[in-house]
């Protein structure tokens, strides 16, 4: 990349601009005010560029960066807002040291139920929505975007979201999926009005009164409800439920981490889809 496209060498801990990336990465309430926030990583800023988000600015540490692919990147995306940075400077700014010395701003982009009802007329029959309710911990909503990223679910819900969709934390556990796929934040009960009045079904995976999920048909359009670990899906969502799945456990243990229930459940759906009548079981 020319070094022409830079805009100026930052060095000084002090600048304005270091401390307003600083404040992004540490301040929720920060990123909501500005509508911004911060991405490190090659993998990550290229599927964030990639799949549409405007870039504010970008900073560089030349000091560290190994892997040049992304300058063409930049370039090709007209992105003009490029600062180069010390590696002091870096280490500032940076969430987690092993970021290939590269980090962006990037301006907030969040779904509408009223873009989701788009977005699902096109594809209504197929529709898989994946529902997370109450999910506090950023490791496991940014794995729960891995696995609907990896099945090509159509939307996901996160409703009564406790963590922000966009806390560095979660970011990097997505590897990036967060930036990929169809996500609402939501109350529960917009979800729940949401999903009947499109004719979804809904799929609580919940211990009590609960079939296995292998003897649900999931292969009409169909929304899987997941809660928080600690509370389980809540009594509005059992309720509206259409069916009550459970996840069998042949240990001593009664819980799966709830990635790892969103994964068994979302594949449930696929294997299901991707079968002959004959062959479903």
Same mark, same amino acid.
């Given at each position: ?21 600083? $404040? ?85 982009? +969040?779904?509408?139920?009223q873009q989701l009802h788009g977005i699902l007329e096109n594809r ?83 211990? +009590? ?16 409800? $997941? ?28 819980? $799966? ?14 294997? +299901? ?9």
């Amino acid at each position: 990349m020319s070094d022409n496209l830079l805009q100026s060498m930052i060095t000084s801990l002090q600048n304005p601009k270091v401390k307003e990336v600083v $404040l992004l990465q540490e301040k929720a309430k920060e990123r909501e005010k500005r509508g911004l926030f911060t991405v490190e990583g090659l993998r990550e800023v290229s599927v964030c560029i990639s799949s549409g988000f405007e870039i504010e600015s970008v900073f560089l540490c030349k000091e560290i960066i190994k892997d040049n692919t992304l300058y063409s990147v930049l370039e090709t995306r007209k992105i003009h807002n490029i600062f180069a940075v010390n590696q002091q400077v870096y280490n500032k700014i940076a969430y987690r040291s092993s970021t290939e010395g590269i980090l962006a701003v990037a301006k907030v982009r +969040q779904i509408t139920l009223q873009q989701l009802h788009g977005i699902l007329e096109n594809r209504k029959e197929k529709a898989l929505v994946l529902v997370a309710e109450g999910v506090e911990k950023p490791g496991n909503l940014g794995a729960i975007l891995r696995t609907a990223d990896a099945c090509g679910v159509t939307a996901v819900m996160f409703c009564n979201p406790i963590t922000d969709l966009y806390n560095p934390n979660l970011i990097r556990a997505s590897l990036g999926a967060v930036f990929t796929q169809n996500i609402v934040c939501c109350s529960s009960q917009e979800a729940i009005s949401f999903l009947k009045q499109h004719g979804i079904k809904i799929y609580t995976a919940q211990l +009590q009164d609960s079939v296995p999920y292998y003897d649900t048909d999931m292969t009409e359009p169909c929304a899987i409800a $997941l809660g928080s670990e600690a509370d389980g899906i809540s009594s509005i969502w059992r309720k509206a439920s259409d069916r009550k799945i459970i996840i069998p456990m042949l240990g001593k243990i009664d819980s $799966l981490n709830v990635s790892v229930s969103a994964a068994i459940l979302c594949y449930e759906a696929i294997r +299901q889809r991707n079968s002959t009548p004959n062959n479903r079981g």
